[in-house]
């Protein structure tokens, strides 16, 4: 309990202490209420890979660019100048969500629904580890969603290096709002699964 000043007594003390609890209370309720609502999104596969087995393949780890290791997503105004989305968010972690739609597609692509995320209990269990460097993924001001990135295709258990490659493209948005950005990239993903599933045939 606080302690009484010399100038009030006890009781008249702990009023004011508890009445400054609840104002500060109040204030912190108060500007919670009043804050942006929070919008967030995933990127999507653009089905369910098939069911059963097949080619063991997996898919991570991935890196993001610095610009994009945030869970804001980000859009370029303009030339060199990014701006970060402050209410828009993705829901959970991004290089997950990469990883997995992006095992998902080459399921689909390969006809396989024996398909892995980083990190996964043994190599042994696999015939082919994708790595992933996502070195742009953004909308743009032009209406546009961009990608680049470069991958790399290992053959396991022996983690031979059978292919390296870069891949980037761009895509439109179909409206405005970040709904279509976080459409637009799920298509581009499904473009760079092409290309990657190309070296895995």
């Not at 303009?78 to 972690?93: F, K, L, P, Q, V």
């Not at 409206?175 to 990657?196: H, K």
Request: a neutral charge.
């Amino acid at each position: 309990m606080p302690q009484a000043s010399s100038c009030l007594p006890w009781h008249l003390a702990l009023f004011t202490w508890n009445f400054k609890r609840l104002f500060v209370l109040a204030l912190s309720l108060l500007a919670a209420s009043c804050a942006t609502p929070k919008s967030f999104y995933v990127l999507t596969a653009e089905g369910p890979a098939p069911a059963g087995g097949g080619t063991a393949i997996g898919v991570g780890p991935v890196s993001l660019a610095g610009y994009l290791d945030r869970t804001n997503l980000v859009f370029q105004e303009g030339g060199n100048r990014m701006s970060i989305a402050e209410s828009h968010r993705w829901a959970g972690d991004l290089e997950e969500n990469i990883a997995r739609v992006t095992a998902t597609n080459l399921g689909r692509r390969l006809g396989t629904g024996n398909i892995r995320t980083y990190p996964w209990g043994s190599d042994g269990e696999l015939r082919y580890q994708v790595t992933l460097d996502i070195r742009q993924l953004h909308g743009t001001a032009d209406g546009d969603a961009v990608l680049d990135a470069a991958w790399r295709v290992y053959s396991l258990p022996d983690r031979r290096l059978t292919a390296s490659k870069s891949w980037s493209g761009t895509e439109p948005l179909t409206s405005d709002g970040f709904d279509a950005v976080a459409a637009a990239q799920s298509r581009l993903l499904a473009r760079l699964a092409t290309e990657i599933a190309a070296t895995l045939r």
